[in-house]
Every structure is written in C-alpha cells, then in structure tokens.
C-alpha cells in the first residue's frame, strides 16, 4: 500500500510541475466529472485507434484527452484510479497512432519503389 502512494506521490509531483495558468481552476467534484470525462475519451480513443488505417487519426483524439485527464489530476486531491487510466488510455493511443503514421508512411514509400521498378520494365 506505501508504495502505490509513493508512486501516487511521485506522478502528483511531475503533474504539479506543469504550469497552472494551461488549467482552468474547478472544484474538487467538478474535477471529478471532467475525470470522468477524460476516461471515457481514453477508452474511445484507445478502441478507435486499432482501427486500421484509421488509427492514425487518433493522435488528434488522444492530444485534448491527455490534456483533460491531466487537468483532472492536477485539480483534485485525491488521485482518481479512472483519471490515471484515462491518461494512460490516451497516451497508449497516440503512440499507436504515432505507429500507423510510420505504417502508412511505410506502405506508401515500398509502393512508390515498386512503381519506379515497373517503369523500368
């Protein structure tokens, strides 16, 4: 149990080091509701970023849910377990994301090469 605070410790020590003036002040239980808000956005994002294809567009979802769950965090007391995961949600979907951008970006380079051996022919 010590160390899961030590840990909630330490992730409430990085998250304070953000700059105040990028989060809106709210209470304690509309924090709550915006934590809330930003788990159901990680759990969108993260099922639409196995999308093929599509999934690199959930870079775009997965910025403004970082940024709700990390005003969520900063604003309340009391770490909730649903912003923790929200955020953890929607930095898992940008990075998927950030990997369909290199698959398209790959598939699109190795068809641009097959092309210019056909012209050859």
Known sequence: MENQNNKQD???SIIDKIPSKLF?????TSSKTIG???FAIGIAVLVFSFIPCLGAYAIYLAIPGIYVNLWAIRRNSKMSTLMTLGLIFS???TLIGIYWCYAVASA???MEKA???LEKL
């Not at 809106?24 to 304690?28: K, V």
């Open 10 to 12: 330490l992730i409430k």
């Open 91 to 93: 930095i898992i979907a």
């Open 115 to 117: 092309f210019s051996e």
């Open 24 to 28: 809106p002040n709210t209470n304690e």
């Open 36 to 38: 809330t808000i930003g």
């Open 108 to 110: 699109a380079n190795e």
